[in-house]
């Protein structure tokens, strides 16, 4: 898939953009807080109607701006042409977003129309952070490739918000209602991600090795319940909690409770990785997010760069690159705060500088 053109009003520090995108992608230049990651971020808002940073849209409109929008048009390898837009108003709160100029009914109709996966220094957080953002990780890879997940985690979420009212008004029969269907989303809900992992696994050690990791790196989902396909086994473990979920006043096991297990030579990353694999497992874990989209959605996402190369000896450079080449053969967009931190190899794409929010070429 290829961003053709893409258009940005009011959006962070970017005041109002139009940009024809060239089909081989573009390397954007410009010094510390001139709207590199803006412009990436803008870029990925097309895709989950979300900020790549975790930021609230009222953050994401520009300072004294009523709302931003943002508008981009991509073609896949078919050349099918598709148009994705979405505006926000701070005043109401209100996003409304657009597929080929037509309001969509429910956002989640246009969300993963536009691929696109960032790598970036905040990655490592993937790896280091907290399980909620490990499970937010493999949510968006699932919504964006796996039909019907987005819906049955939307799912999930409410029933889970239903349930855990119950129990803080100390309702234990009303909160038992909501135990089927809790279970059934949750089994839809970690069954595909524990089939994402098991799926994914080898590769994940086969990608941490090709950029120069000597020891083995795997991965595990890990859950309260095993069977985590299974709706009777996530029942079961529902009413077997159900006492103490009533004295917490919250639902204390499901897949909100889960989390992916990263291990290098047998021992959990997260404890005792050093910085610099950590690194490397969390750009593993990116690039398997480009190849799950790749293998189920057909096209090679748009690869957004926030200075990746900066930092990596020549080696493990060339390595990422070849890497990148064979498994994002798509359109990269890359931003660097030096020509220098692109490499060479790079260096034959369009350079853009970019200088308070715009584009000057
Ligand atoms: P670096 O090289 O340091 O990563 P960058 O070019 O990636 O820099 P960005 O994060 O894209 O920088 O942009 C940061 C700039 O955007 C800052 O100057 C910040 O004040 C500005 N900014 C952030 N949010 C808003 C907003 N809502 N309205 C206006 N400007 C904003
Ligand atoms: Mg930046």
């Not at 258009?7 to 010094?31: C, D, K, Q, T």
């Not at 960032?118 to 499970?135: L, M, N, Q, W």
Request: glycine fraction near 10%; hydrophobic fraction near 40%.
């Amino acid at each position: 898939m290829r961003l053709t053109g893409l258009a940005v009003r009011g959006f962070r520090n970017l005041a109002g953009l139009e940009l024809e995108i060239p089909a081989e992608g573009v390397v954007v230049v410009g010094g510390n807080g001139q709207g590199k990651t803006n412009l990436l971020e803008a870029i990925y808002y097309l895709m989950l109607f979300r900020s790549l940073r975790g930021a609230k849209d009222r953050e994401l409109v520009q300072f004294g701006e009523p709302g931003f929008w943002v508008r981009g048009t991509a073609a896949d390898e078919t050349s099918r042409n598709i148009q994705v837009g979405v505006r926000y108003e701070l005043s109401t709160a209100r996003k409304v977003v657009f597929l080929d100029g037509a309001e969509v009914r429910k956002l989640g109709d246009a969300v993963g129309q536009i691929l696109a996966v960032p790598f970036g220094p905040a990655d490592s957080e993937i790896v280091s952070g907290t399980p909620g953002i490990r499970r937010r990780f493999l949510d968006v890879v699932l919504s964006v490739s796996r039909p019907g997940y987005l819906v049955r985690l939307l799912e999930f979420r409410h029933a889970l918000r239903q349930r855990n009212a119950a129990l803080r008004r100390g309702r234990a029969q009303e909160a038992r209602v909501f135990d089927r269907p809790l279970a059934e989303a949750a089994a839809f809900v970690a069954g595909s991600r524990r089939a994402w992992v098991e799926e994914w696994r080898e590769r994940f050690g086969e990608l941490c090795a090709a950029m120069g990791e000597p020891a083995a790196a795997d991965l595990r989902y890990a859950s309260q319940v095993e069977d985590s396909g299974s709706a009777e086994a996530w029942w079961e473990r529902f009413e077997h909690s159900a006492e103490r979920d009533l004295r917490s006043g919250t639902t204390t096991v499901g897949p909100h409770r889960d989390d992916l297990k990263i291990g290098l030579g047998g021992r959990d990353i997260r404890f005792y990785g050093s910085a610099g694999q950590r690194r490397t497992a969390a750009i593993a874990l990116r690039v398997l997010e480009a190849e799950t989209l790749t293998r189920y959605r057909g096209t090679a996402p748009v690869g957004l760069y926030d200075d990746v190369f900066a930092e990596l000896d020549e080696d493990r450079q060339g390595r990422l690159l070849e890497l990148l080449r064979v498994s994002l053969p798509g359109q990269a967009i890359v931003v660097a705060p030096r020509d220098a931190e692109v490499p060479a190899k790079l260096f034959d794409r369009p350079r853009w500088q970019i200088r308070g929010g715009q584009i000057v070429r």
